[in-house]
């Protein structure tokens, strides 16, 4: 997922694809532990993209927008 378009969500939106990408990223690690993920990476994509969208509020909370 682009910085764009996660700049360009409504803080309730952003805040669902928090939740979103969370979720996913416990599935994600739960199925790896139990070794039924066959591409690790996407652990890696989901952890990406929770950290920008963390960044993203977190900009909008200090009013760092540009």
């Not at 805040?15 to 979103?20: R, S």
């Not at 416990?26 to 996407?42: H, Q, S, T």
């Not at 963390?54 to 927008?65: A, M, P, Q």
Request: proline residues 2%; hydrophobic residues 35%; without cysteine.
């Amino acid at each position: 997922m682009e910085i764009k378009e996660i700049r360009a969500l409504t803080p309730e939106e952003l805040d669902a694809k928090i939740y979103e990408l969370k979720q996913q990223l416990f599935e994600y690690r739960r199925m790896k532990a139990v070794g039924n993920l066959e591409n690790g990476n996407v652990v890696r994509g989901v952890r990406k993209d929770l950290a920008k969208a963390e960044t993203v509020k977190r900009e909008r909370e200090l009013d760092l927008s540009k």
